[in-house]
């Protein structure tokens, strides 16, 4: 077992890293009340079920999969839920499920009656390493990614690697495309290990990922700095999932920021990260319309004025800043993306 400390003052958590520890959510959560469980079909119920065992009074909401359920519709609809079952500030909220449950289930938390207890347990890879811990809470609006959310951080965090054996390949994939970002920014070691091999170092993999992010979290919680080192990959990548929301078959958040590194890594870097991605069967190549993907980037929270700050990865485990235009943006992806 594995306990990382969130420190962050009067909003410090632990994170429990531990094979089984779904058995022990009884120990490590407060559930002597009213839970409201928030989970999707995607997840088998057997998870929400166990925690939903160790409640006082449970009250399972079980959504269909998918980024669209990340909206203003679905959050109301949970906020309605808690009316209903006249749930009071003493209450609490649980996230079961990847990261659409934890950050819709969390601005729930975040705003019933100005804030109530809200514990996460993820069970996806790229949850389990990144969205699940930092306190980044939202809902998409007006087709543009966690537009309307909030800083709020959980009560604890239990991740469980044992859930990931019920996890697609491609999902598998998508998570380890979030710890490749931040072993490229942060952990030149631990990248290279990554190239070698990966299937047998999963619990390493996720810890160390962890405290990469829980160090930047320490030091920046409300992404005023270093914390913006994390969106490495994302200026770009939330832009092509944007776009891709509205396909038959999109591509996944963590397919999209591998596509987003690319753009912003020198020629060396991009050689390596085209073969671990590959590996991982993530696309490394995009086709779409230079307009559509201008207009996504300028809605990026990370704008300001006419540029965006974007992370760079000239040298692996080392980064930049940098401030650029759209069209500066752009001209560097033209060696990853196929814009007309």
Known sequence: MSVLHMELGANSYDITVERGALQRAGELFKLDRKVLIVTDD???????????????????????????????????????????????????????????????????????????????????????????????????????????????????????????????????????AEAVKMFATFNAEMFCEVEENYDEKIDKIIIEALKIKKAVVEEDEKEKGLRKVLNFGHTVGHAIESIEESNDYPLFHGE????????????????????????????????????????????????????????IVDKIGTFREEKMTVDEIVARCREVLSLS
């Open 42 to 176: 995607g997840v088998p119920f057997k998870y929400s079920d166990k925690i939903a065992s160790f409640c006082k009074e449970p009250y399972v909401v079980t959504l269909p999969q998918g980024e669209q359920n990340k909206c203003m519709a679905t959050y109301m609809k949970l906020l309605e839920k808690m009316v209903e079952k006249k749930f009071t500030r003493g209450d609490c909220v649980v996230a079961v499920g990847g990261g659409v449950m934890g950050d819709l289930a969390g601005f729930v938390a975040a705003s019933y009656m100005r804030g109530v207890d809200f514990y996460n347990v993820p069970t996806t890879l790229l949850s389990q390493i990144d969205s699940s811990i930092g306190g980044k809470v939202a809902v998409d609006f007006a087709g543009y990614k966690n537009l309307v959310g909030a800083f709020y951080q959980p009560k604890a965090v239990l991740i469980d690697p044992d859930v990931l054996n019920t996890l697609s390949s491609r999902q598998f994939g998508c998570g380890m």
């Open 256 to 311: 999209c920021v591998g596509l987003g590194m690319l753009c912003m890594s020198s020629p060396d870097i991009v050689k390596r990260l085209r073969h671990i991605l590959h590996r991982m069967d993530i696309p490394t190549s995009w086709r779409g319309y230079e307009k559509e993907l201008k207009a996504a980037m300028l809605h990026d929270k990370k704008a300001g004025g006419d540029t965006i700050t974007v992370i």
